[in-house]
């Protein structure tokens, strides 16, 4: 939607997961709303991102289904794979929804200004179109929502040709005979699932001592083995000391934690290193926004330094996560309009992988919850123990649950294994909603289902399974 209006109650600057729902929910209350974007509406999420990415996983994980489909008795004779048409899907998917973010931005009133925006000071958005020209809009308030980018570093620039960012491979037609991808973070190893899939052998490179270094430690192990069983190998504790680009490939020198180097020859390298805030270049210093720590600084109402001035998602710190950005984002509006929304609660952010086995945890591992001097009791339940997962040809994994003994508080969920990133969510509710374990466990859940096993991870964590 567009008019010639200049001036609105909120003006968001950039579309994605947290700017776009910014603007909608503005507009839901009853302000006057723009969202100014320069490239596709959705932002790296769904064009580049989250959705994208989840549609080639879901194509990744139909290949390894159908690698057992004699056990079904579905006979296939020799099978082949193709990521050209899988990658053909994946943008298909993407821009079906950019359509409809298009479609509910006429739906609530919201105005698209298409173009590059930055701040000019006093509430002024200036709005610079592909060809050069510039408008400038007022807004009593103004969100800065631009985003992140993937980060490069010194010994591993990204070129888009042999070096590749995540936008990269999301773009590729065919697998590469051999990938080396450095970081082992939610990126990495959703990549080295798709490109394992579609026969790449697949090299992980990580400086940490595990994969998924943020997940629970015997989650970490639990996903290494299953990729090693497919033929993946995972380098931990190693750091990538030098790059160098040829013709055929790319020559990567490793070095172990023991000091030990390693040359590995590539075909293409991916890096997924972590990403940066979109920062730079948006007024930030004219418009008199502090920053801290490479993002921008706000309050628990995601104010910056400035008042009427806000910034919400990736450029405003971490986790850098979608639903953490929408979340904020309607936080940040809805403080604007004194409807009272309340703050975000950063202590009950989900993370989800959406690997195979599929990873997603909540609260604290059970490290964290030692460390933080909490008496605690663990309870881990197979998925191997679930009639629903063995039926599904799916029972890799486990949940494990942690309670505090003292109120049997949830401190902390983890699941790996079928359903993980949709399950999770129970756990987010029951903190939300300060449910002890016990209070888990007694919420019938339905047989047979993989919802079952929240209810006797529940258990476990009281010392009382019955299925195991």
């Not at 296939?76 to 990521?83: C, F, K």
């Amino acid at each position: 939607m567009t008019d010639a209006r200049k001036n609105y109650d909120v003006i968001v600057i950039g579309s994605g997961p947290g700017g776009y729902v910014a603007a909608i929910r503005a507009a839901q209350l009853g302000m006057s709303a723009a969202c100014v974007e320069y490239e596709e509406l959705g932002g790296v999420c769904l064009n580049v991102g989250c959705i994208p990415t989840k549609a080639l996983l879901s194509s990744a994980l139909l290949v390894g289904q159908l690698k057992k489909a004699r056990q079904h008795g579905i006979m296939l004779g020799e099978m082949g794979v193709d990521l050209g048409p899988a990658q053909k899907r994946s943008r298909n998917v993407a821009s079906r929804l950019v359509r409809g973010i298009g479609h509910l931005f006429r739906k609530n009133g919201v105005t698209h200004i298409e173009g590059y925006g930055r701040l000019a000071g006093g509430g002024t958005v200036e709005v610079q179109n592909g060809d050069g020209e510039s408008q400038r809009y007022h807004g009593r308030n103004v969100i800065i929502a631009t985003g992140s980018r993937p980060r490069d570093i010194p010994v591993l620039i990204i070129d888009g040709e042999r070096i590749w960012s995540s936008t990269h491979a999301l773009f590729q037609q065919e697998a590469p005979a051999h990938l080396v991808i450095v970081g082992a973070g939610a990126v990495g190893i959703e990549f080295a699932d798709i490109y394992a899939a579609y026969g790449s052998k697949v090299t992980v490179v990580e400086m940490l001592d595990r994969i998924l270094p943020v997940e629970d430690e015997e989650v970490s192990q639990a996903v290494a083995r299953s990729y090693k069983r497919r033929g993946m190998e995972i380098l931990t504790s190693t750091s990538l000391q030098n790059t160098e680009i040829h013709d055929s490939g790319v020559r990567l020198t490793v070095q172990d934690g023991a000091g030990r180097e390693r040359v590995l020859e590539a075909d293409y390298v991916l890096s997924a290193v972590g990403r940066v805030p979109n920062i730079e270049d948006i007024g930030l210093e004219r418009a008199g926004v502090a920053t801290r720590d490479g993002f921008v600084e706000v309050s628990e109402h995601m104010e910056t330094s400035v008042p009427g001035i806000f910034a919400i998602g990736d450029c405003a710190g971490p986790p850098l996560l979608a639903h953490k950005g929408s979340h904020e984002g309607i936080v940040a509006v809805e403080h604007i309009a004194g409807a009272g929304h309340g703050t975000v609660d950063y202590g009950n952010i989900p993370n989800c992988t959406y690997c195979h086995p599929e990873v997603a945890s909540v609260g604290l591992t059970e490290a964290q919850a030692r460390e933080a001097g909490h008496d605690i009791e663990v309870g881990r339940f197979p998925w191997v123990g679930n009639g629903r997962a063995l039926a599904a040809g799916d029972s890799e994994g486990f949940l494990k649950v942690i309670r505090d003994t003292r109120y049997s508080e949830i401190l902390g969920a983890h699941i790996v294994g079928p359903g993980a990133t949709e399950l999770i969510a129970e756990f987010v509710v029951g903190r939300h909603l300060e449910a002890t374990v016990e209070e888990m466990e007694k919420a019938m859940h339905p047989h047979p289902t993989l919802s079952e096993a929240v209810a006797e991870g529940a258990l476990s964590a009281l010392g009382r399974a019955i299925h195991i």
